[in-house]
């Protein structure tokens, strides 16, 4: 079941990490630099919080001791006065008052973007040859952290509601019967306007995805559900909806990530976890061998933007630049594919991605026609879908296509969904 | 040969990372506040360098499309605008032109401190139960990181000249004949002012340290050498030394590691690995699956501080600053001691550190009586010297402890001295 790699110079782990989609991915946008990408998951450059960011800055650099507190070392924790704020911003979130949370302080665990808690959840409960149960399709790098430590990711059926839970269950049982169910240890979910598919998970799957993981846990080989909710505050419309994590009364089951490189600004690269207790310990001493401790003069910095109370007005502009972008997106599909209704998409209610299906016949694959017409003549890129499955998922759909419109302006998106129409449109005329 | 931990809940590397000697350490720190420390590895709060980040930060947000630059995200190895400062630095300390450093960019990646470098490196070449050489006593942070991935740290006879090039080059033999060189993966030097011994690797060891590493290396098992340049730029007298990586003419054998925490700001948390060819995209992928790169916002404002010729001044104030701390504690060390010649301590020319040893019958560990006598009665708390060698290293010393003199300022660092000399005076004459 682990990989076997080819001998070779280096560790298995770096073996394993080899070859991720994102390097290809990378490079294909470095040798088309002329392209006009809509693959790139980076956001909009014009709505980055400059003006916040002085702000605080000048503010934290006035007060002459705490600007020696930001330049000093922090903790592998993270700054209190960080972790301080971002509890009432969740509570806010999650519509409760921050005691009616239910978690210690020392259960938040600040990190360099969500990726890096999402890389350590995996490193503190994976084994090479352990399983992680993930909707098809999902975040794709975190299926490229999966396979750099050697873990199995596992596809459960997913449509437009999100995993589906009945399809989870029969997993587990079916995991189970094979014997192999104590090498299962993480359900990964993207709750909210999943990368890449833009669907959310309805909200009574929510619940059920946290009561199916604790009737599967055993005290020796415990379940966790990892959600990932990245873009949680990139709510344009449709409901609010309650986390995953909030129907975990235990507090023991589900792992909350959450990132401020989408709703503030990547560059600041701060990421938050919540952590159930007895994961608490474990994080923090991979962290501590890790880096011990990401950037504290930038958790100072958003302490601030945040104490000031400019976070959130910041976020509601977010949303609205986001939102017009992705109602420029739709209107762009709409025109451009009006004549050919096999191409289909879903009207995402936040985030940065809009999911298209193609005819099945169009393979949107790297090595596919549509992607080498795209990128060469029609100078536009997006991420195939295929990216977006498990490898040895069996049966991949190979006509899908990722596209994002965080990076593009207003005319970029226009012109990007015009090109890639043509690419399509001339494979399926070809 | 690999650790075999009892059977636990999470993964085996979150058990190779429990009971981390830094844990206990910081867990005995929070335990006794009252306790003047020279423990604590921070730096000089007084010399952090907060004229330098305000002018830089207010040129950064004050030029609106740098400030977008800064805040959007940056790439995996780093900003390009600080690899060419960083390029220009060392060519500084190497004495040569940045040409005449023969590398590429692409061989230079910035991380978060250098602790995620070293970390990297380990992740990169180490499976458990592979060999990483150290000097004895070494960084224990580093030994931490190695029990981490379930390595074996073996000790290298050391002296006041540092690692012994010959005991070295014996016990590769010896693995060699062993049948386990296949399994010695690394190499690991703290060349300058090394903690915790502050000792210097002499200049002739450097050039031997390399020609050992390439004798052995076999190009399916290649051997690297990872020299932590650390406190390389807080030299206070003494020779000013090439590096280890600079006598690897190849730059195919040494990974050469600095960080900006000592000779800039820790809270800023940026470090640089010099990469041979063959590890830079083996750390890259393994970085990307981590975190996809650190700080951006963090490595443009170095990049302006360096740009602006501010970052050498700041250096020389640090240097001044702890040179005069060292003089302090060497000072402070000689009154308290005058009349026990049996206790002993290196003048380091650099770096944050004093080694002491005890006499032999003195045990400096935490359960020993010195240690609770010190925190409890006497309120000063010190690292334990055994800590700073590998466990199963055979006959470690107990009797040394590492004090520093980087946190306190001269009064403190007189009190803490003074109080620690009540305390072993006490024990010596128990």
């Given at each position: 079941m682990i990989p076997h790699p080819s001998p070779a110079q280096f560790s298995l782990r770096s073996q394993w990490a080899k070859d991720q989609a994102i390097s290809f991915l990378m490079q294909q946008a470095v040798e088309n630099r002329d392209v006009l990408s809509l693959a790139a998951g980076l956001v909009d450059e014009k709505s980055l919080p400059v003006f916040e960011c002085r702000t605080a800055l000048t503010s934290l650099f006035h007060d002459d001791s705490l600007a020696r507190q930001a330049l000093q070392y922090g903790t592998t924790a993270g700054a209190d006065a960080l972790r301080v704020q971002l509890r009432l911003n969740l509570a806010r979130l999650e519509h409760c008052s921050a005691d009616e949370l239910?978690?210690?302080?020392?259960?938040m665990i600040l990190t360099t973007g969500s990726q890096q808690l999402l890389s350590l959840v995996a490193d503190v409960l994976l084994d090479p040859g352990d399983i992680c149960l993930v909707a098809a399709p999902t975040y794709f790098v975190f299926l490229g952290v999966l396979s750099g430590i050697g873990a199995r990711a596992i596809a459960i059926e997913t449509d437009e509601h999100g995993l589906n839970p009945q399809a989870l269950d029969t997993a587990l049982a079916r995991l189970d019967q094979a014997g192999e169910r104590s090498r299962v240890k993480l359900i990964y979910v993207v709750s909210d306007y999943e990368n890449p598919s833009g669907v959310s998970l309805a909200t009574p799957r929510r619940c059920e995805i946290v009561a199916i993981a604790r009737k599967w846990s055993r005290p020796a080989h415990p379940l966790f559900v990892l959600e990932d909710a990245a873009y949680r505050e990139l709510r344009y419309d449709g409901a609010d909806r309650p986390s995953v994590w909030s129907f975990d009364e235990s507090r023991e089951t589900v792992i909350l990530a959450q990132t401020f490189s989408k709703s503030f600004a990547p560059g600041v690269r701060i990421g938050m976890g919540i952590l159930p207790k007895s994961l608490v310990e474990p994080i923090c001493n991979l962290k501590g061998n890790d880096?011990?401790?990401?950037?504290n003069l930038n958790q100072h910095l958003l302490a601030l933007v945040m104490s000031a109370g400019d976070y959130e007005p910041h976020v509601c502009e977010v949303r609205d630049s986001y939102r017009r972008k992705r109602d420029t997106m739709l209107a762009a599909l709409d025109l451009a594919f009006?004549?050919?209704?096999?191409v289909r998409w879903l009207r995402p209610e936040g985030g940065l991605y809009v999911w298209v299906a193609l005819p099945k016949q169009i393979d949107t694959g790297f090595s596919g026609p549509l992607f080498q017409l795209a990128t060469k003549k029609h100078h536009v890129m997006y991420v195939p879908g295929e990216l977006c499955y498990p490898s040895g998922a069996g049966s991949v759909p190979t006509n899908q296509m990722r596209l994002c419109?965080?990076?593009?302006?207003a005319a970029g998106i226009t012109e990007g969904v015009r090109r890639l129409a043509a690419a399509v449109i001339e494979c399926l005329l070809a």
């Open positions: 239910n978690i210690d302080q020392s259960q880096d011990f401790g990401s950037a009006s004549g050919f209704p096999e419109f965080g990076v593009q302006d």
